[in-house]
């Protein structure tokens, strides 16, 4: 590979990452909230620290990490990002509202991700293909 075409790699990863700011944000905070309010029921401490703050830490971690990624390497799968971001917080105060719901999320990470991506699904089809952390569009 020569090194005029490295750097006009790296410069469009750039551009992409530039361009997903909002998005990485938006999923990494949902993340946090997600991982907070999955675990309010659990009155424990670890080192000091509430578990809810812990599991929305971690969740942050890993899904904001997932989402850079994602949206730099795979740019047409933002929209869907965005719609699994909102899906993990529905599902989240669902579990919270539902404690047998929630129980069941827990037990089963397959059926978790199942009622995740199908909620994502349906997000995408309420929100009919537009995305909501898009920039906003100067008008002249």
Do not use: C, N, W
Not at 99 to 104: I, N
Not at 117 to 124: P, S, T, Y
Request: glycine share 8%.
């Amino acid at each position: 590979m020569r090194k005029s075409d490295l750097s006009s790699l790296k410069a469009k990863l750039a551009q992409r990452f530039r361009e997903a700011r909002r998005l990485i944000l938006f999923a990494t905070v949902m993340a946090f909230a997600a991982g907070v309010v999955s675990f309010l029921r659990y009155d424990v401490a670890i080192h000091g620290l509430p578990l809810p703050i812990i599991t929305g830490a971690l969740y942050a971690l890993f899904v904001g990490t997932a989402a850079t990624v994602t949206s730099v390497l795979l740019p047409a799968l933002r929209a869907m990002i965005e719609a699994v971001a909102i899906s993990r917080f529905g599902v989240a105060v669902a579990a919270f509202g539902a404690p047998d719901f929630g129980v069941a999320l827990h037990q089963s990470p397959l059926f978790g991700a199942a009622v995740v991506i199908g909620g994502a699904v349906l997000v995408r089809k309420l929100l009919g293909g537009k995305r909501i952390t898009q920039a906003p569009v100067a008008v002249a």
